[in-house]
């Protein structure tokens, strides 16, 4: 072979590696697709259909209760009771719920009543002001949890909701006792525009801190989202970590954390509620994240959040792409818990159109 065709072939070899790379590039940057249907990530789902393992479960109780025939109000309320508790109510916040529905009742006891009595006590325990607009420059939000919540990617996510409304970000990787939460947080970063701090694997999270509180100052960050370590040896060393990571936050910007959102697998249901309280203790948060909420029968254990910490839902994770947070909104929920089982509404909508 002459040394032109040589040239041409070694020309045409480094041409097809850069293609390769640049296609694993734009591969490796693609909003991820929804993990439950495939669709991309950029499609939000209505709620009704992510709350659909929930709903179906508590709506089916709730109907085998209230149309058992003329009862006195006692039985019919005992049942919807334990339709709340199989949802991961409670046993406290069903009882309180069911309490305010019957001073609501009076002597009423059909379904109808009983049924938009409980949804409207529902959205009266869930009311809650939306999330803060930033008014502060850096507007500091220390987000935290236990390993496996999906905490990490909820900082990411956030990053994708700020910097879509035009808002200059700035993540600190502040888990340093897992490497790969850093690795995960430098995708987000790319994938949105927002600007990372991080040290390496092993590093002190309170010098880390330190450092992204001082760029996020010296680079006019508009929003600073702080991912903490979620694991640690003892529930002393979670305190004085947290406690110090708080203090450095507050010394280096007035008034900071202006937001602490806690992180909690709604999966878990009550045992999610163990977790707050610890954690509560610890840190004061200002707003709960219930994540993994599409995946779960589980989906109650937001009322047992709201009334046992009254702390409000901020947001709601229901998938893993860049646009699977949402703004917790209680109607919405409310209605999407209580909708109609799909063999109702499938026998309504073909009634209508008879």
Same mark, same amino acid.
């Given at each position: 072979?002459?040394?032109?065709?040589?040239?041409?072939?070694?020309?045409?070899?480094?041409?097809?590696?850069?293609?390769?790379?640049?296609?694993?590039?734009?591969?490796?940057?693609?909003?991820?697709?929804?993990?439950?249907?495939?669709?991309?990530?950029?499609?939000?789902?209505?709620?009704?259909?992510?709350?659909?393992?929930?709903?179906?479960?508590?709506?089916?109780?709730?109907?085998?209760?209230?149309?058992?025939?003329?009862?006195?109000?006692?039985?019919?309320?005992?049942?919807?009771?334990?339709?709340? @508790? +199989? &949802? *991961?109510?409670?046993? /406290?916040? !069903?009882?309180?719920? %069911?309490?305010?529905?019957?001073? $609501?009742? =009076?002597?009423?006891?059909?379904?109808?009543?009983?049924?938009?009595?409980?949804?409207?006590?529902?959205?009266?325990?869930?009311?809650?002001?939306?999330?803060?607009?930033?008014?502060?420059?850096?507007?500091?939000?220390?987000?935290?949890?236990?390993?496996?919540?999906?905490?990490?990617?909820?900082?990411?996510?956030?990053?994708?909701?700020?910097?879509?409304?035009?808002?200059?970000?700035?993540? @600190? +990787? &502040? *888990?340093?006792?897992? /490497?790969? !939460?850093?690795?995960? %947080?430098?995708?987000?970063?790319? $994938?949105? =525009?927002?600007?990372?701090?991080?040290?390496?694997?092993?590093?002190?999270?309170?010098?880390?801190?330190?450092?992204?509180?001082?760029?996020?100052?010296?680079?006019?960050?508009?929003?600073?989202?702080?991912?903490?370590?979620?694991?640690?040896?003892?529930?002393?060393?979670?305190?004085?970590?947290?406690?110090?990571?708080?203090?450095?936050?507050?010394?280096?910007?007035?008034?900071?954390?202006?937001?602490?959102?806690?992180?909690?697998? /709604?999966?878990?249901?009550?045992?999610?509620?163990?977790?707050?309280?610890?954690? =509560?203790?610890?840190?004061?948060?200002?707003?709960?994240?219930?994540?993994?909420?599409?995946?779960?029968?589980?989906?109650?254990?937001?009322?047992?959040?709201?009334?046992?910490?009254?702390?409000?839902?901020?947001?709601?994770?229901?998938?893993?792409?860049?646009?699977?947070?949402?703004?917790?909104?209680?109607?919405?929920?409310?209605?999407?818990?209580?909708?109609?089982?799909?063999?109702?509404?499938?026998?309504?909508?073909?009634?209508?159109?008879?």
């Amino acid at each position: 072979m002459g040394a032109g065709a040589v040239a041409l072939l070694a020309a045409g070899l480094a041409g097809a590696a850069g293609v390769a790379v640049l296609l694993w590039r734009r591969r490796r940057l693609r909003p991820p697709s929804s993990p439950a249907t495939g669709a991309p990530a950029g499609r939000p789902r209505p709620i009704g259909e992510l709350l659909r393992a929930t709903s179906g479960r508590l709506t089916g109780q709730l109907d085998a209760a209230l149309k058992r025939g003329v009862r006195p109000l006692d039985a019919i309320l005992a049942e919807v009771e334990e339709a709340l @508790v +199989a &949802a *991961d109510v409670g046993t /406290a916040t !069903a009882t309180m719920l %069911l309490r305010q529905v019957r001073s $609501r009742l =009076g002597q009423r006891a059909d379904a109808a009543a009983i049924r938009a009595a409980l949804a409207a006590e529902m959205e009266v325990l869930l009311a809650a002001e939306p999330p803060p607009e930033p008014t502060a420059r850096p507007w500091v939000i220390l987000v935290t949890g236990v390993n496996g919540v999906g905490k990490t990617t909820t900082v990411g996510k956030l990053a994708a909701l700020h910097s879509a409304a035009g808002r200059r970000v700035l993540i @600190v +990787a &502040a *888990d340093t006792f897992r /490497a790969a !939460a850093a690795e995960q %947080l430098a995708v987000w970063a790319e $994938r949105t =525009g927002a600007d990372l701090v991080r040290h390496a694997a092993g590093a002190s999270p309170s010098a880390v801190i330190f450092d992204g509180m001082r760029a996020a100052v010296a680079r006019s960050r508009d929003v600073v989202l702080v991912d903490t370590a979620g694991r640690l040896h003892t529930r002393e060393n979670l305190m004085e970590e947290l406690g110090k990571v708080r203090r450095i936050i507050a010394r280096e910007v007035v008034g900071a954390p202006h937001e602490t959102l806690l992180v909690l697998d /709604a999966t878990t249901g009550q045992n999610a509620l163990n977790q707050a309280r610890a954690f =509560g203790e610890i840190v004061r948060p200002t707003g709960v994240v219930l994540t993994k909420l599409d995946g779960t029968a589980r989906g109650g254990v937001v009322l047992a959040v709201r009334q046992q910490l009254g702390v409000p839902v901020r947001y709601l994770g229901v998938g893993e792409g860049p646009h699977d947070l949402r703004a917790f909104d209680a109607r919405e929920f409310v209605e999407a818990l209580l909708a109609p089982a799909p063999r109702e509404a499938d026998g309504a909508a073909l009634q209508n159109r008879r």
